[in-house]
């Protein structure tokens, strides 16, 4: 099969990955993971959420911590944005991208952010044209994009809707998410390969966690359909705490390492995010789920006790 | 693309798995890991290795062990053999099927078995007949087949010609070996396409280890090829004792899910393949590296807890 010479990877450790860690990581902590993150080459990290603060209270110095982001020409720096009181917060704290969040389930959002999928959507239509005028890049997420933890199978015909529904509102990329990590190639290749038939392959990115180890079958199925954008955290982080070794998004250096073996650009240093994740493992006293960082930490130890091999 | 609707697991945990384990497992406890395992649906089973005792102390009992297997008329289990020695002590266990063992990369096959890969064909062509003599199944291993830890990548070339020797030898399945994990789905559409051009798909088997995460995928790839025989480890076990976390072989719960997620029928039970891996992950005192035991285990975990969600 023909491959693409270079895939872009959007960074989302510092949210997607933190959120629901019980450790509290401290602003400057939080400075110090995305200044490391920021040197590897990454061209987008997303960094916080600017949902209410007692939503998650892991992100509840949102507007702190994006005041005091490193002065990168480089790297694109966004954050969630639920509704125009997060926009405004999110836009005095300099922050240039937002993103916007839905699912394709109905339960899945309700529970999720309180709202139909259709009200999450009314909301956009205000949010949107704000965030344009202030010359806003916009991504939307669209959570569940093949497997609800409450309903089951989710119908692509739905995802599409959705998605068409963003892109009209002037969404430049929607990421869809697997949300429990549940889904299969197969299910790429048919919920994916039905979008792509009116949503060209640029305005998709895709968001896989590794829960049952298919993230990277997976992505290796989206390369296939000509996806070239995806979403990944430092380390794997954004497993759920409360279940010790189950894997969390995608691991960034999973996803450098299989790109790079095949030949495909990333541009992003592996060294310098297995130095982020590293810092972030060792202030949650924790290892992390990533394959590739389970490896080069055992190899790491090897060497520090003299065992190296 | 055409899927296929059946696919055929050869579990190696109580072999492969077990053999860099430090901790000992008792033959009792061996013979209870395989009874269970023997109950999940699965056809075969390898057992254990007829090497010299001293080389692989963890499976030095492997005549005691075979002379206990449990009477299935269903699986066949099956057992390394390095000569006629081995041959003899294995046939006078009641072993039927026998798996003998080579590599694509010279250095490897030096340091693993002290032989050059022509050393080990030579042996074969003494053992061979004898064992079909008996009548017993042969199976062979070629270790390395897409990269070498000592000398990088295994060109294809060499892959094919081992793989032809041994099958002209009058072996019933190769089984390519992804020894430290590291290949690609490039590296298997190369390689295994490669000899798809000289040898039917049914004569192949893959034996993929999950150490980059990139093992899924892998099999994904092999499956577009239309290979249909994967070898794997109940809960993933086989990675190096030393290096807690990093992963073994591709655990046998995984596959599972991934082509029960996909429509491809394994036959295979989930729920005693993790029945299987607890126990031996209860013995080892160590969780085991599958990320569907993970998911499973915390699951479990949950319950016992009350805290089930």
Redesign the interface.
């Known amino acids: ?1 023909i ?1 693409p010479k270079f895939v872009t990877l959007v960074e989302v450790g510092p949210r997607d990955g933190l959120q629901n860690e019980p450790e509290t990581i401290s602003t400057t902590d939080k400075l110090k993971f995305i200044e490391i993150l920021s040197e590897s080459g990454l061209k987008e990290i997303e960094v916080t959420s600017f949902v209410r603060p007692d939503q998650i209270p892991q992100l509840s110095d949102a507007a702190l911590l994006a005041n005091q982001l490193p002065s990168s020409h480089s790297v694109l720096y966004s954050a969630l944005v639920p509704n125009l009181k997060g926009l405004e917060r999110a836009r005095s704290s300099g922050i240039k991208k937002i993103a916007v969040f839905t699912a394709a389930s109905e339960t899945f959002n309700q529970k999720n952010i309180h709202a139909s999928i259709q009200e999450s959507l009314d909301r956009f239509k205000e949010l949107i044209p704000e965030a344009q005028k202030i010359g806003m890049e916009i991504r939307g997420y669209i959570s569940t994009g093949f497997v609800c933890p409450f309903e089951g199978d989710v119908p692509k015909e739905k995802v599409l809707e959705v998605a068409e529904k963003l892109l009209e509102m002037g969404i430049g990329q929607i990421s869809i998410g697997d949300t429990i990590g ?6 790429v ?1 048919e919920t994916i390969g039905f979008l792509l038939a009116k949503i060209s392959a640029g305005k998709i990115a895709l968001h896989f966690h ?8 997976n ?3 989206a390369l296939q359909l000509g996806i070239t954008t995806f979403d990944s955290s430092a380390g794997g982080l954004g497993g ?1 705490p ?6 969390g998004n995608i ?1 960034t250096e ?1 996803l450098i ?2 790109f790079h ?3 495909i650009k990333t541009g992003v240093d592996l060294n310098k995010i297995f130095e982020a994740s590293s810092f972030i493992s060792n202030l949650l006293k924790r ?1 992390l789920s ?3 960082w ?2 080069l ?3 790491q ?2 060497k520090n006790s003299g ?1 190296g091999k």
Chains 1, 2 share one sequence.
């Open positions: 099969m491959l549940a889904a299969s190639p197969k299910d290749e590794d829960t049952y180890g298919t993230a990277l079958a992505v290796y199925a759920c409360f279940a010790p070794g189950a894997a691991g999973d390492y299989f073996r095949m030949g290892p990533s394959r590739q389970q490896r930490r055992s190899q130890k090897g065992n």
